[in-house]
């Protein structure tokens, strides 16, 4: 089965600073996807970034970027410029590339944004 | 679009009692799930489901269930409520898993058991 590991539970950001959000996963695939969700105060799940395993190239979002290394099965997240509106849970999660696959999450981490 | 539209979106129940937790999308997606959030555990997978007619358990499945008669609906049944069972639910769909389709996900019911 496939895990996915979130080891910090919390980081802190200056206001316009940039931060990195670790993840690692462990999977014997070779075709699979990787998410980044966001979670503000409100509860509501909210898709940041989307990352293809047979993509080398790191995908990007605005102020939002992967460093994603299949070899190590690690799959970080980059905020630029961070911003107030940035304070939120962070999950990492995984999902096989089969049809009615199932999504896999990390535990999240908190993130805060100092003014 | 509504898409996914869960109710209640806070509830209260006694130890015992039992409930149904709503679940409806709009956007024609196959594949629906049940997940529960708890503090330092993530988002588990309780229950899912490919299609009208079939369901599958997830990783804590224990105490409830689900069933799928439209391609519109998947309710979560909670039988006879425990305190352990106290967490936000979430429900959230998203077209077959192939090809990497991301979850769309409702905005959670926070549940408390007494």
């Known amino acids: 089965a496939q895990t996915v590991t979130q080891s910090q539970p919390e980081m802190s950001v200056q206001e316009a600073e940039t931060v990195t959000l670790s993840c690692t996963y462990d999977?014997?695939?070779?075709?699979?996807?990787l998410f980044w969700y966001k979670q503000p105060p409100s509860r509501q799940m909210i898709l940041v970034i989307r990352?293809?395993?047979?993509?080398?190239q790191n995908a990007t979002e605005n102020r939002f970027s992967v460093n994603f290394q299949k070899a190590a099965k690690s799959f970080s997240l980059k905020i630029s410029d961070s911003q107030l509106g940035d304070a939120a849970m962070y999950f990492c999660a995984y999902r096989s590339a089969g049809a009615n696959s199932k999504l896999t999450f990390g535990k999240g981490i908190t993130l805060s944004v100092r003014p | 679009n509504a898409g996914v539209t869960q109710t209640p979106k806070f509830q209260v129940l006694k130890t015992g009692q039992s409930m149904t937790l709503q679940c409806a999308q709009d956007?024609?997606?196959?594949?629906m799930s049940w997940y529960r959030q708890d503090p330092g555990m993530g988002l588990r997978l309780i229950h899912y489901?490919?299609?009208?007619?079939?369901?599958d358990q997830g990783e804590v499945p224990n105490g409830y269930n689900v069933s799928r008669s439209t391609t519109e609906d998947f309710p979560l049944r909670l039988l006879s409520a425990a305190p352990s069972q106290t967490s936000v639910y979430f429900c959230?769909?998203?077209?077959?898993?192939?090809?990497?389709?991301?979850?769309?996900f409702g905005n959670g019911t926070r549940l408390t058991v007494t």
């Open positions: 999977t014997s695939e070779s075709d699979y996807y």
């Open positions: 959230a769909s998203s077209y077959s898993g192939g090809w990497g389709s991301p979850l769309h």
């Open positions: 956007m024609n997606h196959e594949y």
């Open positions: 489901s490919v299609g009208a007619g079939i369901t």
């Open positions: 990352q293809e395993a047979y993509k080398q």
